[in-house]
């Protein structure tokens, strides 16, 4: 499968030509909230195949100028099973692999932008011809691959599709798309199966244990029933060892890319 990512594709102008950005690469996580909450936004373009309204905006800020996306809370459609606010968990996701010092997603704030409230995550400059199935045959993309993989597990997320894996140009994978993450209910549906059945090594093993307590920063962003279950998750996969395997064929999302 070599289709690019439909979520992050690089805009054109009128002339069909890409747009050129500026874009943070590499820079101390620090920095890079500063200016994501601190820049001042404006509106670039809608970002295509989105379900939910997606911008693509460039953030003005003294330091260091860079494009982002904003997902504003109004511009979400309702979901049966989600409570509105889904740009919160994009904030939960953030804050999680922080605390579990995994770093594979991008750094995401909350921001009264143009459209509203919403989360603002910083652009990740990638190939976008690159994903999910044609980043694992690669064995160095293994260990940011596991780290998602285990990132998902214990967030629930229910649609980590091949294309929510982008391999940035300096070096390391990130996870996207986070916003159908953390119900109560288990409901994972991801296209990384490839590790069940391995054990998980003391460093991530470690990690994983260490988020049946929850990280404080957590209860801003999600329900209490939320934070028990992802205790829970964290705990039994703690115990168990290793990468599951997948239940039968069934949790998948679609489209997989």
């Known amino acids: 499968m070599n289709a690019p990512s439909p979520h992050h594709l ?6 069909g030509e890409q747009l050129k950005l500026p874009v943070i690469r590499d820079a101390p996580v620090a920095d890079v909230l500063e200016v994501l909450r601190g820049g ?7 970002m295509p195949y989105s379900s939910n309204a997606t911008f693509l905006v460039r953030i003005d800020h003294a330091t260091m100028p860079t494009a982002a996306i904003y997902k504003p809370e ?3 459609r309702p979901l049966w099973d989600f409570p509105s606010g889904l740009y919160r968990r994009e904030i939960a996701a953030f804050e999680l692999s922080e605390a579990l010092g995994w770093h594979v997603i991008p750094p995401t704030v909350e921001r009264d932008g143009p459209l509203g409230v919403g989360s603002v995550q910083l652009f990740i400059d990638a190939n976008f011809e690159e994903h999910y199935f044609t980043l694992v045959a690669e064995d160095r993309h293994h260990g940011d691959l596991r780290r998602i993989c ?3 597990l214990i967030a629930n997320n229910t649609d980590r ?5 982008l391999a940035s140009r300096w070096g390391p994978i990130y996870g996207i798309d986070q ?3 953390f119900a109560s209910d288990f409901k994972l549906r991801t296209v990384i199966w490839d590790f069940g059945g391995e054990p998980f090594d003391d460093e991530l093993g470690a990690a ?3 988020a049946a307590d929850p990280p404080a920063e957590l209860a801003q962003w999600l329900r209490p029933d939320e934070l028990s279950a992802l205790a829970e998750r964290a705990e039994w996969l703690a115990s168990f060892g290793k990468f599951p395997d997948d239940d039968g064929g069934r949790r998948w999302p679609w489209p997989l890319v």
């Open 150 to 152: 285990a990132f998902d």
């Open 74 to 76: 109004r511009g979400e």
């Open 10 to 15: 690089m805009p054109t102008d009128e002339d």
């Open 40 to 46: 001042d936004i404006s509106i670039l373009g809608r």
């Open 179 to 181: 916003g159908l993450c």
């Open 161 to 165: 599709k091949s294309g929510h894996c």
């Open 208 to 210: 994983i244990g260490s």
